[in-house]
Each structure stands twice: as C-alpha cells, then as structure tokens.
T-cell receptor, first 116, second 112 residues
Framework: AQKVTQTQTSISVVEKTTVTMDCVYE???????LFWYKQTASGEIVFLIR??????ENATVGHYSLNFQKPKSSIGLIITATQIEDSAVYFC?????????????FGIGTRVLVRP | ETAVFQTPNYHVTQVGNEVSFNCKQT?????MYWYKQDSKKLLKIMFS???????VNETVPRRFSPQSSDKAHLNLRIKSVEPEDSAVYLC???????????FGEGSRLIVV
C-alpha cells in the first residue's frame, strides 16, 4: 500500500528566503511518480512540480525545485526567493505506475507562512 | 484557467437529507475522481472513474454513490447525510498515469 508522510505541520519564513519541506513515501513499486501540489487560501489546489522515479536529475520549475533521494524514499520541495503569495498548504503525493485507477495518495500537507 | 467545474460550491443541509454534487471537466481526460478533504486538510480518495466505469471505490459508506453519464461528468450523491460528512469534496481529472491531476474548486458541505 502506498503511504506518504509529511512530518512538518507548519513552517514560517521571511520573504525572499528559502523554504524546504520534507516528504517521505513508501512503495513496493519500482516505478512511480511523485508530485507536489499547493492549496491556496481560497481552496484551489494547483500542481507545482513532479519527479518520475526513473529520473535521477532533480526536477526544477521556476523557483520550485525537488530534492529527490531515492534510497531514502524522500522527495523534498525547495522554494527559493519566497514571496508572500507562496503562503499556502503544500501537499506531497505519489502515484504508483500500476496503481488501479491511477490513484494519487496525498500527505497531510505542510502549511507555509511567508511573512514580510 | 479552471477546466474542472463543480457545483454547488457550498451547501448547508440537515442530517438525513440527500445532497448531490456535480462535476464536469473540459480537458478531454478519461479518468475522474472524487476526493474528500476533512477539517484537518487531509485529502482522501473516494472514487475513481475511467471512461464512465468505476475503477476505484475506497472504503466509503454506502450512502455515497458516484454517477457518471459520460467521461466528462462525474457526480456524487450522498443519500442521507451525517454530521461527519461535513467536508470539502474535490473533483479531479487525469489524462493518464504519468500526468498531473487537475482539481476543481471544491464543494463545501456543512451538515447541521
């Protein structure tokens, strides 16, 4: 069974600094996909960035990047040059390649507050 | 730009009533989902449909029933709501296994 764990409940950072969020996962599948999503105060959930398990290079999109450590089953999210609007809840998620219904399992989320 | 549309966005009802949430996606995706997000923000999958066919049915009470008329629509009916059904119900769609999930804006249910 899939399991995704985010241990940090909330993080507070000063604007323009870097924030790092942890996520570890459990899977028996050799092929899987990892995602990070952001939920804003309005409730909207948007996709940020993904990492395919077979790719060694860490994914980067804009000021989001991933720290993929496959031996540790870890996929951390790094946000550089944070802005006030980065304040949100961040969810880590995983999908196994042979998952029935392509089911996506989410962690419990990490709330990030970016303050001036 | 929103491509997964949910209605209603907000609904208050009494215990025992029936509620329906509608979802439509304009992305041409084959797979649609219903997720439940509780007060602690935990996102749990409820159902998954692929091209009108039920694929995943997580352990949810029988009072919940999904309905799909075509691959672009997936509705959720709750036959007799209970207080613990108060949550945000999120519809989502997916093109394929390696692709990202697109969410609707959610339907908040409050059971009084």
């Amino acid at each position: 069974a899939q399991k995704v764990t985010q241990t940090q409940t909330s993080i507070s950072v000063v604007e323009k600094t870097t924030v790092t969020m942890d996520c570890v996962y459990e899977t028996r599948d050799s092929s899987y996909f990892l995602f990070w999503y952001k939920q804003t105060a309005s409730g909207e959930i948007v996709f940020l960035i993904r990492q395919d398990s077979y790719k060694k290079e860490n994914a980067t999109v804009g000021h989001y990047s991933l720290n993929f450590q496959k031996p540790k089953s870890s996929i951390g999210l790094i946000i550089t040059a944070t802005q006030i609007e980065d304040s949100a809840v961040y969810f880590c998620a995983m999908r196994e390649s042979d998952s029935a219904g392509n089911k996506l399992t989410f962690g419990i989320g990490t709330r990030v507050l970016v303050r001036p | 730009e929103t491509a997964v549309f949910q209605t209603p966005n907000y609904h208050v009802t009494q215990v025992g009533n029936e509620v329906s949430f509608n979802c439509k996606q304009t992305l041409g995706h084959d797979t649609m989902y219903w997720y439940k997000q509780d007060s602690k923000k935990l996102l749990k999958i409820m159902f998954s449909y692929n091209n009108k066919q039920l694929i995943v049915n997580e352990t949810v009470p029988r009072r919940f029933s999904p309905q799909s008329s075509d691959k672009a629509h997936l509705n959720l009916r709750i036959k007799s709501v209970e207080p613990e059904d108060s949550a945000v119900y999120l519809c989502a769609s997916l093109r394929g296994p390696g692709n990202t999930l697109y969410f609707g804006e959610g339907s908040r249910l409050i059971v009084v």
